[in-house]
């Protein structure tokens, strides 16, 4: 019986978490899953995503000094990983974001792990910080690969960061969704997340966790302009965070905050995909968004930024706009179309290439 362990910095729900619990509730049989992961965000708890392994009867276990921002508390993960894998003894260890990355490679290294992958989910250095900053999370990004046995990229623009010094390690393999989405009926969605909207209204949504890289408040000013070339609009932001606050607050600066929705976080949101006309991503950055393929498996429309992967997976009825542009976008908003085909993935393609990169 083969062992893999998934090794993943914070539990709770988002892209990364989403690719992970994918995987390990999808691994051939015979195979044994571990889970490890840190707190969910800004919390010392445990997150959805163990909540969620838990129900799907995957066992994980819980690391609690692996936190996001770098710390003192560093030295407690690498040695917990270290002791996790020198008990687990796994055969393979999966790891994925930029922390669990770097701390969980060179423990696997430490403890000998036949084989370590990991799984780019985009750069932290490409996110907007000082220059320094961006260096020294370079050399870090650097240092993950060179300690990795193979590297999976979602996105072209990543696995090129890379490939010129490993040509043989760096591999692209988009991500996938597993099943078809367990839509509500529009009426059930709406009903449910924004009772007081509108009658009739069009409905712009967007789903994410509510940081500066997801570009909310570009949407939020986005949509202010677009309300000045159609009224008729409601705009709806599920997810949660630590932007929500300042985000409420340009809301009502922008004196959109009747027409805006901030409906929090809602388990299993993709369920609410029904309730909008037009999906909205407008990210400073991204790797490639489950939100965005699960927009087109629902058959929504997107208006989204030109960043990471999304040109990748661009849709016939899709908009891409230059990040930032709030009048592309808002103008985007307007006239992209009323309908689109939905778009499937090939999960199990996905699942299999990854697999293959464990031998």
């Known amino acids: 019986m083969r062992k893999v362990l998934f090794v993943i910095t914070k539990s709770n729900w988002g892209g990364a978490q989403h690719y992970v619990y994918d995987l390990a509730t999808h691994m051939p049989a015979g195979t044994e899953v571990i889970v490890a992961c840190g707190p969910a965000q800004d919390s010392a708890r445990e997150g959805e995503l163990i909540i ?10 819980f690391v609690p000094a692996l936190t996001r921002d770098m710390s003192i508390a560093d030295i407690g993960a690498f040695r917990s990983l270290k002791k996790l894998f020198d008990d687990e003894k796994p055969d393979v260890v999966h790891l994925n974001s930029s922390k669990a990355g770097g701390l969980g490679a060179l423990a696997a290294r430490a403890s000998g792990v036949p084989r370590i992958v990991f799984t780019a989910h985009g750069w932290a250095f490409r996110e907007s910080r000082p220059f320094f900053v961006r260096a020294l999370m370079w050399l870090a990004s650097l240092a993950t690969v060179a300690l990795s046995h193979q590297v999976i990229c979602v996105t072209k623009p990543d696995r090129n960061a890379f490939v010129w010094l490993f040509p043989r390690r760096m591999h692209l393999i988009h991500n996938a969704l597993p099943a078809p989405l367990p839509l509500k009926t529009r009426t059930e969605a709406r009903h449910a997340i924004a009772p007081e909207a509108p009658p009739n209204c069009r409905w712009i949504g967007s789903i994410g966790e509510l940081t500066r890289n997801k570009g909310f408040d570009i949407g939020l000013r986005a949509f202010a302009h677009a309300r000045n070339i159609n009224p008729n609009l409601f705009y709806c932001i599920i997810g949660d965070g630590r932007e929500r606050t300042a985000l409420e607050a340009l809301a009502d600066e922008l004196a959109i905050r009747e027409h805006v929705c901030f409906a ?33 498996a629902a058959g929504l429309p997107v208006v989204a930024s030109f960043v990471g992967g999304i040109p990748e997976i661009r849709g016939p009825a899709d908009t891409l706009c230059p990040s930032g542009d709030v009048g592309a976008f808002a103008h985007a908003l307007t006239e992209v ?4 085909p939905p778009i499937t993935t090939d999960f199990m393609a996905m699942r299999d290439a990854t697999i293959a990169l464990y031998v």
Not at 277 to 290: M, N, Q, T
Not at 337 to 340: I, K
């Open 52 to 61: 969620k392994l838990r129900d799907a009867g995957v066992r994980s276990v």
């Open 337 to 340: 179309p009323q309908t689109a």
């Open 264 to 296: 929090g976080a809602r388990e299993n949101a993709s369920a609410y995909l029904s309730a909008f006309d037009v999906f909205f991503i407008p990210s400073r950055k991204e790797g490639l968004p489950y939100a965005m393929l699960e927009a087109h």
